[in-house]
C-alpha cells in the first residue's frame, strides 16, 4: 500500500471519516482515567495544597499548544514546497485546537500563579513567549480567513506557521535560557521527573487524551475543510448532496 | 535540481536565517528578558541604584522577622554567593518561605538595603505527598547530623 494515495483530498476525506470516531473514544477513555487519577487518586502536594492539581491540566494543555504549531509549521513547508494542497487544509484545521490549547494554559497558568506567585500575571520569558504563540494562532487563523482567494490564503498562512515556529524553542526553553518566575519543567527528556509517580501519570495520560481529542478533533474538521475547498469536484458534489439528503 | 527540491532548500534557509536572527536580537536583549537580578549581580553593581528592578533568590533561613505592626517585614535574600537584605511593607504570599525561593520589586537603598513594592513567591519543578516531603525532609536532617 502506498501511503502517498492518501496525499489526495479525494482518498484522505473517507480515511479521515473512518479514523475520527476511533480517536474520539480514545479520548474520552483517557480523559475519564486521566481525571479520575488527578482529581481522586493522586496525593495532595506538601507545599502547595491541592491547588498544584490545576497542572494536570495546565501542563498537557501547554505542551499541546506548542505542538500543534510544530506540526503546523511541518505540514506549512510540505505544502509550499510540493504544493499539496491537503497538507494547507490539515494546517488550518489544526490552527483552532492549538489557539484553544494555548488559551486553556494561559488561563490556568493564571489561576494557579495568583495562590502560588502571589501574581495572576507576570512578563517573564516563558509567559510572554507563551503569550506571543497565542497572538500567532489569532494571526493564521485571521489571516487565512480574510484573504478572499484560497490558495493565496493558503501560502499566507503557511508563512506565518514557518515564522512563528522560531518561537516554539523559545517558549520551551526559556526557562533554562534566562531567570524566569515561572519553574523548569518537572518532566523532561534530560532527567528523571521530579514528581510523585501517581501525579506523573495523571498528567500523562492526560497528555495522551490531548492528543486523542487533537486528532478527533483535527480530522472531523479537516473533512469539512476538504468538502468546501474541492466543491466544484464531481465526488464532493454528490458527497454534499448525500449529506444534504441525511439530513 | 528538481524545483521542488530547491524550494525545500529556500524554506530551510529562510528558517535558519530567522532563527539566526531571532537568537541575535534575544542575546542582546538577554539582560531586560531576565526576570530578575541575582544578589551578586546586585553586589557588582549591575544594578543602578534608584532604580526599580526585581531581586530574586532564596530567602535565607531564619532571616524572616515580622515586625510589630503585622504587616512590615524583614528578610534575606542569596544566590548562596551574596546575601541583600530586604524590607518590605505588605502581605507576603501564602508559599513564602525561609529556605524557598522569592522574587522582591523594588528600589535598593543607599543603605543597602533592598526596599521591596512587591513581593512574589518562586515555586520550584518538585511536586510531591506530605509523606514523601517528611521523608526527605529527615533524610537531610541525618545527613546534616553525619557530616
Request: charged share 15%; aromatic share 12%.
Amino acid at each position: 500500500m502506498n501511503i502517498f494515495r492518501y496525499s489526495s483530498p479525494q482518498t484522505f476525506y473517507p480515511l479521515a471519516g473512518r479514523m475520527a470516531p476511533w480517536f474520539g473514544v480514545a479520548a474520552a477513555l483517557c480523559a475519564l482515567a486521566g481525571l479520575y487519577l488527578a482529581f481522586f487518586a493522586a496525593p495532595t502536594d506538601a507545599v502547595q495544597g491541592e491547588v498544584y492539581r490545576i497542572i494536570f491540566i495546565h501542563v498537557p494543555a501547554a505542551w499541546m499548544s506548542m505542538f500543534i504549531y510544530v506540526v503546523m509549521a511541518f505540514w506549512s513547508a510540505i505544502g509550499l514546497g510540493l504544493g499539496t494542497r491537503l497538507s494547507f487544509y490539515m494546517t488550518q484545521a489544526l490552527a483552532p485546537t492549538g489557539a484553544l490549547f494555548c488559551f486553556i494554559a494561559l488561563w490556568t497558568g493564571a489561576l494557579w500563579g495568583r495562590p502560588t506567585w502571589g501574581a495572576y500575571w507576570v512578563w517573564d520569558a516563558r509567559l510572554t513567549s507563551q503569550l506571543l504563540l497565542q497572538f500567532l494562532y489569532f494571526g493564521f487563523i485571521g489571516l487565512t480567513r480574510s484573504i478572499e482567494d484560497p490558495r493565496r490564503a493558503d501560502r499566507a498562512g503557511a508563512i506565518i506557521a514557518l515564522v512563528g515556529v522560531v518561537n516554539v524553542p523559545i517558549i520551551y526553553f526559556s526557562v533554562k535560557w534566562w531567570n524566569t518566575l515561572h519553574q523548569g519543567a518537572s518532566v523532561s527528556m534530560t532527567k528523571a521527573p521530579s514528581m510523585a509517580t501517581t501525579m506523573l501519570l495523571g498528567m500523562l495520560i492526560l497528555a495522551f487524551a490531548a492528543w486523542f481529542y487533537s486528532l478527533a478533533v483535527t480530522l472531523s474538521r479537516v473533512r469539512s475543510i476538504i468538502l468546501e475547498r474541492e466543491r466544484h469536484t464531481d465526488w464532493a458534489q454528490s458527497e454534499i448532496a448525500e449529506k444534504g439528503a441525511a439530513l | 535540481m528538481k524545483t521542488r527540491h530547491k524550494r525545500f532548500i529556500l524554506i530551510g534557509v529562510v528558517l535558519a536565517l530567522l532563527a539566526g536572527a531571532a537568537a541575535l536580537v534575544l542575546n542582546t536583549f538577554s539582560d531586560n528578558i531576565v526576570f530578575f537580578q541575582t544578589p551578586s549581580e546586585v553586589a557588582t553593581g549591575k544594578v543602578p541604584q534608584g532604580r526599580t528592578f526585581r531581586l530574586g533568590g532564596m530567602v535565607v533561613a531564619g532571616s524572616l522577622v515580622r515586625e510589630a505592626d503585622g504587616l512590615s517585614s524583614r528578610f534575606a535574600i542569596t544566590d548562596t554567593a551574596k546575601i541583600v537584605p530586604v524590607r518590605f511593607t505588605g502581605a507576603l504570599p501564602d508559599l513564602f518561605k525561609e529556605g524557598k525561593g522569592a522574587v522582591a520589586q523594588g528600589k535598593l537603598g543607599p543603605d543597602g538595603v533592598f526596599v521591596a513594592t512587591e513581593v512574589l513567591a518562586k515555586h520550584d519543578e518538585n511536586y510531591m505527598p506530605p509523606e514523601a516531603k517528611d521523608a526527605v525532609d529527615r533524610a537531610h536532617a541525618t545527613a546534616k547530623t553525619l557530616k
